[in-house]
């Protein structure tokens, strides 16, 4: 019994040194997209909510002079980095192994990226609702992507995503009619769980009110 527990223990100190030196290495990277004069936006959400596909409609709605990059983090495979290269912007994908990107794997893909002629960093975290949100990266805005098909209890049931966010794309709202997702029962989980959370319903499919999110973006560059 007496063995077991310190076994336990000593599991739970690795676990607060490696989140420890993960918000040292954020704070690092921070200050490295700080002096470049970066605004990073982390998107994160359960795999499938439409990550990528809002950074493909995202990107050629900005202006030329905002300049973007783009740290795509999935478990395997290059299928999204590949995705997003079409656009003509440089892309950086690293793997993960694991359900999270962290600090340090970030500041890989800053190293591999043109950071001197960039004004914004899209990091696509693993599709997953919960470890992200651990993991603080840098980044400047921490935006959760949900959808309509997720189910309107999401922010209840995974707080801490909505919690570190401070912007919810509400995606695939195109879907809405198809789906059991009350708009306004999802409002009253968010504001129980973040008060201060801004949701923005949107649809990458059929570009309805993305025009929010891009203003958005270009906003926190000003
Ligand atoms: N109907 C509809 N489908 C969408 C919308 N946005 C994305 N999709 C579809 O949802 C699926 C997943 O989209 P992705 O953009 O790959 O999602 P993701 O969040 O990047 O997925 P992971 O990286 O695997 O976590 C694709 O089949 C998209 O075409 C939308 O607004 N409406
Ligand atoms: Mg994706």
Redesign the pocket.
């Known amino acids: 019994m007496i063995k077991s527990l310190s076994v336990n223990l000593k599991i739970f100190r690795i676990e607060e040194n490696l989140l420890a030196e993960n918000e040292r290495l954020a704070e690092e990277n921070r200050q490295i997209l700080g002096k470049k004069g970066i605004v990073a936006f982390n998107l994160m959400?359960?795999?499938?909510?439409?990550?990528?596909?809002?950074l493909?409609k995202t990107i050629p709605r900005l202006p030329e002079s905002l300049p973007c990059g783009i740290i795509e983090g999935?478990v395997a495979g290059s299928l999204?980095g590949e995705?997003l290269a079409r656009l003509g912007v440089p892309v950086v994908q690293i793997n993960t192994g694991s359900c999270h990107l962290d600090a340090s794997m970030v500041r890989k893909g800053l190293e591999h990226l043109p950071l001197e002629r960039l004004k914004i960093i899209f990091v696509?975290n693993?599709?997953?609702l919960v470890c992200p949100a651990e993991f603080p990266l840098g980044t400047d805005k921490q935006v959760v992507?949900s959808?309509v098909t997720e189910g309107d209890d999401k922010p209840v049931k995974y707080p801490l995503m909505f919690q570190v966010a401070s912007l919810c794309l509400l995606?695939?709202?195109?879907?809405l009619p198809a789906v059991n997702f009350s708009v306004e029962k999802f409002g009253q989980n968010i504001r129980q769980t973040n008060s201060s959370l801004k949701i923005i319903s949107?649809?990458?499919?059929?570009g309805e009110n993305l025009n929010a999110w891009v203003e958005y973006v270009i906003s926190q560059c000003s």
Do not use: F, I, Y
Not at 202 to 206: M, N, V
């Open positions: 959400g359960g795999p499938g909510t439409g990550k990528t596909s809002l493909e999935d999204d995705r696509e693993v599709g997953n992507v959808a995606n695939k709202v195109d879907l949107l649809s990458a499919q059929s």
